[in-house]
């Protein structure tokens, strides 16, 4: 079953428990997929199904601030055989190789490093766990995860929110050819920047390469 589907036989009150449980888990560091949950409720609040976006993005954000202050206080009790013990469990996620970038991102860019993981999947998941194993300061942390949260489940809510509200709008004015061009422009927009990125990802890691090397 769709996730969107499952959220569609849940009432709206628990629809928002839900997604700040499992925003807050995979912010905990537990590879769940939060932002697939979110961009799903967020576009049956544009369905008038009940859900207050406002609302909803709000519980998206207390789960990802809060999931993400206690992943670094297990982080920084359990220090790296904890990373050890979640590279066993979730070889996938914890592996060396992305604990290796991940800890080079994080001591490059530092507080900019959980701001701006909260918008990466794999960082996402790293950010709370890592900080603390690296003993970042709470209060930058802090600072960071909050303003990052914000950011992130507040934006999703919205520009989710309002594209549902003109695709919808398009369907009573316009075909599906129309539609589907829309949507095929803007995958595509999405694929470019993504390799973008993961180009950009992949020449700091050669960068850094030698560096370690040496080291």
Known sequence: MHVQEWLDTVPAA?????????????????????????????????????????????????????????????????????????????????????????????????????????????LRIFAGPLAGVLHMPYWKFLIANVLGGICWAGGTTAAVYYVGVVAEGWLKKFSYVGLAAAVVIGVATMLIIKRKAKKAQQEADRAAEPVSAGE
């Open 14 to 122: 628990a629809v928002y428990a839900v997604v700040a449980l499992v925003i807050g888990l995979e912010s905990l560091g537990i590879p769940l997929p939060g932002e697939i949950i979110l961009v799903s409720a967020a576009l049956m609040s544009s369905q008038h199904s009940g859900i207050n976006p406002v609302v909803l993005g709000a519980c998206a954000t207390a789960g990802a601030v809060i999931g993400d202050s206690i992943g670094y206080a297990i982080g920084r009790k359990g220090g790296r055989p904890l990373l050890a013990w979640l590279g066993n469990k979730f070889p996938r996620h914890f592996s060396e190789g992305h604990v290796a970038t991940a800890e080079r991102s994080f001591e490059k860019w530092g507080m900019w490093a959980v701001f701006f993981g909260r918008f990466i999947a794999l």
